[in-house]
């Protein structure tokens, strides 16, 4: 069981970027998959999640409005649209998702912690 997040780079101010999610060895419709990010120096954040069961997503509020969390079962692939993106969004973005995560009114937040963690993303947004 592998994911495995990418489409990171580097972006200038207002621009946009989109993250693609991959799993191997399982089949993503089947979970929820949240998306966190953690910034140099900074603790790991929660950004977005989706649900698994009707695709309901969740987004933090640094993101809300300029996010978008999509899923595409038949690619089985989970995507980030980041658009308008900040300075202050330069951070490393992880994929992750959990057998009994489901993405519900608490968000990405899961005291359980999460089994399954993809490789990070780089995206760097910089004039």
């Known amino acids: 069981v592998q994911l495995q997040a990418s489409g990171g780079g580097l972006v200038q101010p207002g621009g946009s970027l989109s993250l693609s999610c991959a799993a191997s060895g399982f089949t993503l419709n089947y979970y929820a998959i949240a998306w966190f990010r953690q910034a140099p120096g900074k603790e790991r954040e929660g950004v977005s999640c989706?649900?698994?069961?009707?695709?309901?997503?969740y987004y933090a509020d640094s993101v809300k409005g300029r996010f978008t969390i999509s899923r595409d079962n038949a690619a089985n692939l989970v995507y980030l649209q980041m658009n308008s993106l900040k300075p202050e969004d330069t951070a490393v973005y992880y994929c992750?998702?959990?057998?009994?995560?489901?993405?519900?009114?608490?968000?990405?937040?899961?005291?359980?912690?999460?089994?399954?963690w993809g490789q990070g993303t780089l995206v760097t947004v910089s004039s």
């Open positions: 992750a998702t959990d057998t009994l995560f489901t993405c519900s009114e608490s968000g990405t937040d899961y005291p359980e912690g999460f089994d399954y």
């Open positions: 989706i649900s698994r069961t009707d695709g309901s997503p």
